[in-house]
């Protein structure tokens, strides 16, 4: 009896195995066919992205030009590059529009998408409004904006002037260019507001509900309710919109025709990587100040992740 016993199972273990050997030859093969059709993506990205990470880190060790090969200068590009004025003027009007125009841009969009989840008539129409500014080519932007805050004839400078203020010269002052940009972009946040009216409309009712029936006044139900359940959403456009920001071009380069005046108030970070790869030809010291602004970006992005346990609530984790 024990003989036949383990002959039974002797044979069940080898019909498992071939089984299992059949199974895992089935496997390789879509695992070859999802290779194959994805080989056109992985070449891209090879190609496209993997391959010009690498060649910038390298050519930021060299002398490198377009025009010719250039030779490797260790770290000289990086000390030269804490030495250069300009560099750390860029880095200065970088972060302050940085860490003004994402914090407005926050309030206002969380604002306008409260104003624009209200039940009212011409609801779509109002939505529609306020997304229209986001898709709005920006060269076609600064000419708008050149228009509205031209100090002589502008149209903001004719309304501060009947009621009585005189307008700054906005874009042409050292003062004012900064603000006058970040003015700018907040006009065209539409993007990020139908991203919070869709965490808005993901907020339960019940809660809302339960607020009211303990008497929860409007301001306590946002404070309270809103906000918390709206904080995954603030937080990833405050990642996003923290990265665009710090790689903020086309904007003040074409304010400006990359001159980044006046007194290289305009003078943004990307603004001068560009100048200095594709203007001077110096694109190992551009590939340089690459790597630099990805080492920024890196640390901003671990600070903003290493406090999102303090303030961001997710539903069901508490």
């Known amino acids: 009896m024990a003989d036949i016993g383990t002959t039974a199972a002797t044979s069940s273990a080898t019909i498992v195995n071939k089984r299992n050997k059949k199974a895992t030859k089935f496997e390789r093969k879509l695992a070859l066919y999802g290779l194959l059709f994805a080989s056109p ?6 190609a496209f992205n993997v391959y010009p990470l690498l060649a910038s880190a ?25 030495k250069d004025d300009i560099f750390w003027k860029s880095i200065s009007n970088t972060l302050y529009y940085t860490f003004i125009f994402v914090p407005l841009s926050i309030v206002q969009g969380v604002a306008l998408a409260m104003l624009l989840n209200l039940r009212i008539k011409g609801q779509g129409i109002y939505r529609t409004l306020l997304f229209i500014p986001s898709l709005v080519p920006e060269i076609a932007t600064v ?10 004839f502008g149209l903001v400078n004719f309304w501060l002037d009947k009621i009585g203020i ?13 603000p006058s940009l970040i003015l700018m972009s907040l006009w065209g946040t539409g993007q990020a507001v139908v991203i919070y009216l869709a965490g808005l409309q993901d ?15 409007g301001w306590q139900r946002m404070r309270t309710i809103t906000l918390p ?15 665009g920001a710090l790689q903020n071009f086309v904007l003040p380069y074409t304010l400006t025709n990359g001159q980044g005046t006046p007194a290289n108030s305009m003078m943004f970070y990307v603004m001068y990587l560009y100048t200095n790869g594709f203007a001077y030809l110096k694109m190992g010291y551009a590939s340089a100040m690459a790597w630099i602004l990805f080492i920024i970006v890196v640390v901003l992005t671990t600070v903003i992740f290493a406090t999102q346990k303090r303030w961001v609530h997710y539903q069901g984790r508490e």
């Open 58 to 82: 390298y050519y930021s060790f060299t002398t490198y030009s377009i025009l010719e090969p250039g030779k490797f200068v260790g770290f000289d590009n990086y000390a030269t590059l804490f």
């Open 203 to 217: 907020v339960p009712q019940d809660y809302y509900d339960a607020a009211h029936v303990d008497g929860a006044n």
């Open 166 to 178: 005189s307008g700054p010269p906005w874009i042409g002052s050292e003062t004012w260019s900064k």
């Open 229 to 243: 359940l709206l904080t995954p959403v603030i937080f990833f456009n405050m990642i996003m919109g923290m990265i």
């Open 41 to 46: 993506w992985i070449l891209g990205l090879l």
């Open 143 to 152: 000419i708008i904006w050149l228009w509205l805050l031209n100090p002589q």
